[in-house]
């Protein structure tokens, strides 16, 4: 991974712009949860839009449209792709928040401590979201109902508590760095900027969504005894909060696309460097190399 123009176009062999593969990471999911639920819809239409009481919902949970075939193969295909690059994100968060730290001074061992373990945090709640949208999507509800509720669970709250982390170091870090000029590009400020405020916003959203899902969730259970439609209309609440809260968290990783908008990756030839590396030296410089390699010897 580097800045772009650090490698010629001429050592390249691909050269990936990390705002293009994002979008290719967040359309991933999205596309294929609109996919599997219009496929679930028309294949699978008695499973998915019944409850577990008995009473039928006016939408299907997330979890049953994903947990029948042929939606869920389509749902699996999609998180197959988008879950790797994922790994290279969070290694790019953790470089750039390491890299703002040393930076930055702090009089406060305390606060450099506490902003350094922030940084390790943010990235195993990264990780563990990752690990757990894995999980959910490859163990169905109705495969292993206990397991994958878990897994449900190992998501919403490490992709709550990424999100915080995140943008508690966005405010530390690189707000901080901004306010002391050592971000000099205006276009940078911007992006980071903007970057800040719609994380914060789909963060907000997303948070109150999921106090809503909490509460569907709540009434669902407390009243599924009584069997008098209820627990339909509150499952269905519960489901749609799900779709709405999945759209938030791939808009909240779309902001990537600013954080890291000057990078790109690329694969280049070891060899065809060296060799280029060689030509562009001059014959004096190549003559003091050979010399100091003799009086080595």
Same mark, same amino acid.
């Given at each position: 991974?580097a800045?772009?123009?650090e !490698?010629?176009?001429? &050592?390249s062999?691909? *050269?990936i712009?990390i /705002?293009?593969?994002?979008?290719? =990471?967040v359309?991933l @999911?999205?596309?294929?949860?609109?996919?599997?639920?219009?496929?679930s819809?028309?294949f699978?239409k008695?499973? !998915?839009f019944?409850s &577990?009481?008995?009473s *039928?919902?006016?939408? /299907?949970s997330?979890?049953?449209? =994903?947990?029948?075939? @042929?939606?869920?193969?389509?749902?699996?295909m999609?998180i197959?792709f988008h879950c790797?690059?994922?790994?290279?994100i969070?290694?790019l968060y953790?470089?750039q928040f390491?890299t703002c730290?040393?930076?930055?001074?702090y009089n406060?061992?305390l606060?450099?401590f506490?902003l350094k373990q922030?940084?390790?945090?943010?990235?195993?709640?990264?990780?563990?979201?990752?690990?757990?949208?894995i999980l959910?999507s490859y163990?169905?509800s109705?495969e292993?109902y206990s397991l994958?509720?878990?897994a449900?669970i190992?998501?919403?709250l490490?992709?709550?508590?990424?999100m915080i982390?995140?943008?508690i170091?966005f405010r530390?870090l690189?707000?901080?760095?901004w306010?002391?000029?050592?971000?000099?590009e205006?276009n940078?400020k911007f992006?980071f900027q903007t970057?800040?405020?719609w994380?914060?916003r789909?963060?907000?959203?997303?948070?109150?969504?999921?106090?809503l899902l909490i509460i569907?969730y709540?009434?669902h259970t407390?009243?599924c005894s009584?069997n008098v439609?209820?627990?339909?209309?509150a499952?269905s609440y519960?489901?749609?909060?799900?779709?709405?809260?999945?759209?938030l968290?791939?808009?909240?990783?779309?902001?990537?696309?600013?954080?890291f908008?000057?990078?790109?990756?690329?694969?280049?030839n070891?060899t065809?460097a060296k060799?280029?590396?060689?030509?562009m030296k001059s014959?004096e410089?190549?003559e003091n190399?050979?010399?100091n390699?003799?009086?080595?010897?």
């Amino acid at each position: 991974m580097a800045n772009r123009n650090e !490698i010629t176009p001429s &050592e390249s062999v691909v *050269r990936i712009s990390i /705002p293009y593969l994002t979008n290719f =990471i967040v359309s991933l @999911p999205f596309f294929g949860m609109v996919a599997s639920f219009i496929a679930s819809v028309l294949f699978t239409k008695e499973q !998915i839009f019944e409850s &577990e009481c008995g009473s *039928r919902n006016f939408i /299907p949970s997330f979890s049953s449209v =994903i947990g029948v075939s @042929p939606g869920k193969y389509i749902w699996r295909m999609a998180i197959a792709f988008h879950c790797f690059p994922r790994f290279l994100i969070a290694s790019l968060y953790h470089n750039q928040f390491k890299t703002c730290l040393s930076k930055l001074k702090y009089n406060s061992q305390l606060k450099y401590f506490i902003l350094k373990q922030l940084i390790s945090l943010n990235t195993f709640f990264e990780l563990c979201e990752v690990f757990g949208l894995i999980l959910l999507s490859y163990i169905s509800s109705k495969e292993n109902y206990s397991l994958h509720e878990k897994a449900f669970i190992i998501f919403m709250l490490s992709s709550t508590f990424r999100m915080i982390t995140c943008l508690i170091l966005f405010r530390h870090l690189l707000y901080k760095l901004w306010l002391n000029n050592e971000i000099d590009e205006k276009n940078k400020k911007f992006r980071f900027q903007t970057s800040y405020q719609w994380k914060m916003r789909l963060f907000c959203s997303a948070f109150i969504f999921s106090l809503l899902l909490i509460i569907a969730y709540i009434r669902h259970t407390s009243k599924c005894s009584n069997n008098v439609g209820q627990p339909s209309t509150a499952w269905s609440y519960f489901s749609a909060c799900e779709y709405i809260i999945c759209c938030l968290i791939m808009g909240y990783h779309a902001t990537v696309c600013w954080d890291f908008n000057h990078f790109e990756l690329t694969i280049y030839n070891k060899t065809t460097a060296k060799l280029n590396y060689e030509f562009m030296k001059s014959e004096e410089e190549i003559e003091n190399e050979q010399q100091n390699i003799s009086l080595s010897r």
